[in-house]
């Protein structure tokens, strides 16, 4: 889009109201509202903020930031249609006041690492599926984890009382430009995925966050709550994000695809593998960012826990999907939805390029259920536990090569800091479960 298009758009569409959105280093979603009469100084990039406000940025004497936006994101909001006034929005990199790019914006580090990737004759193509929960509300509008709902995976109507929601969910996305190619019920009760066409790696980073704003607020119009939380309900499944990814030449031809080997996969595709097996402890910090990511990431349920390959088994950390050619891609499959995608697809595809960059080899795939191997036969076949809580995650993500290359200086010394914090207020909280278990016990 131009900026004379969008200024065309506002026009015919009477929009009034202009969000520019950013989003914070933990993948929160920010904006900065403003009326008609400032959409084209905001067009321009001349809006400024406070960046000493949000969590990750600068300190209180480097606080003035501006947006940049990005016109290719520019879309109308249609849930805020009202009587014949419109709102639209647009993603923006934030920018210091010296007019250079920010190196604690996630989206702003994440082009830099795509431009890197460039470089070496790469492109990435990504496509998330996130799942998620809708509960009902209580009597004061706060969230629950009640469902009404009592459908279970792939479920029809009646039983699929969230039904009505998700379809509104699904024409709002295909409004705001969204290829919807599935959805449908998921495991557990409550618990739902919309699957929508995979893009290029920033794009699809920008999808990704506004599809889940898109759904908290469609939810919260039928007085449901919609949450990406990893694991709200114990006993039963979590909410992943399964993020496949792919390789893409400059031709145009994907780099993950060769006709002669017996799975069609090249030796990009392999050492790209590698890479994502070698690096995988240490990314979950930020693909798996929450205490509560470690409640889903345990045996027993679908989350993979351990670090292995394979072209159909669905306990290994990664699968690769049966379509080939252009479609030939990895899923990755420990992600959730409450990590910032920016960051996550940044170090999950450093994690790749280094076994590319490197040659290296995967191991064998793991044809057989690993649930059901025991320690001794994991270790016989090289296969690494993901880390069981967060602490662990963290301790891998600050002793990892590509880590701070990957994040930054900025992202990574403030995000592990954030989290090292994060962790000690829950090291320290008295829980219920310790209550119930110890209080009248002792």
């Known amino acids: 889009m131009t900026r004379e298009e969008i200024m065309q758009i506002i026009e015919d569409e009477n929009i009034q109201f202009f969000r520019l959105q950013f989003v914070d280093i933990f993948g929160f979603m920010k904006n900065v509202a403003i009326p008609k009469s400032q959409i084209e100084k905001a067009l321009d990039g001349e809006m400024m903020f406070d960046g000493s406000s949000i969590d990750g940025f600068v300190r209180i004497n480097e606080s003035d930031m501006y947006l940049k936006p990005d016109y290719n994101t520019f879309t109308i909001l249609p849930w805020r249609n009202k009587t014949g006034i419109a709102a639209a929005r647009i993603i923006c990199d934030v920018y210091k006041s010296d007019g250079t790019p920010f190196a604690g914006c996630p989206r702003v580090n994440l082009k830099r690492v795509l431009a890197e990737a460039k470089k070496l004759g790469y492109t990435m193509n990504v496509g998330t599926e996130a799942e998620f929960f809708l509960f009902e509300k209580d009597e004061d509008g ?133 890479g994502v097996l070698k690096n995988a402890r240490a990314f979950s910090a930020v693909t798996n960012p929450l205490v509560n990511s470690y409640k889903r990431l345990v045996p027993g349920y679908e989350a993979p826990v351990y670090c292995a390959w394979s072209a159909s088994n669905r306990s290994a950390l990664i699968r690769i999907p049966a379509a080939r050619g252009l479609s030939t891609r990895t899923e990755v499959r420990c992600p959730d939805p409450t990590c910032n995608p920016y960051l996550a697809f940044a170090m999950m595809l450093n994690s790749g ?90």
């Open 142 to 274: 706060l969230p629950t984890t009640v469902t009404s709902d009592v459908a279970g995976y792939f479920s029809l109507d009646p039983e699929d009382k969230g039904n009505d929601c998700r379809r509104e969910i699904i024409e709002t996305l295909e409004k705001m430009g969204f290829e919807i190619e599935a959805s449908h019920h998921e495991v557990a009760e409550g618990q739902h995925e919309i699957n929508f066409k995979y893009a290029d790696a920033l794009t699809a980073a920008d999808n990704t966050v506004t599809f889940k704003w898109v759904v908290k607020s469609i939810a919260s119009k039928y007085n449901l709550y919609a949450t990406f939380m990893p694991k709200p309900i114990f006993g039963i499944n979590g909410s992943g994000m399964h993020t496949n990814q792919s390789l893409f030449n400059a031709d145009g031809t994907n780099a993950f695809f060769d006709e002669k080997d017996p799975l069609k996969l090249s030796k990009i595709a392999y050492s790209y593998i590698a």
């Open 353 to 442: 390029l280094d076994g590319v960059k490197n040659n290296l080899t995967p191991p064998p795939e793991v044809k057989r259920d690993i649930f059901k191997m025991t320690a001794a036969e994991m270790k016989e076949e090289g296969i690494a536990v993901m880390p069981a809580s967060l602490i662990e995650a963290v301790e891998e993500l600050k002793t990892n090569a590509i880590a701070i290359p990957t994040l930054g200086e900025h992202i990574f010394q403030k995000y592990v800091e954030a989290k090292e914090k994060e962790w000690d207020r829950f090291r320290t909280a008295v829980t219920e479960w310790e209550l119930d278990e110890y209080l009248s016990v002792y």
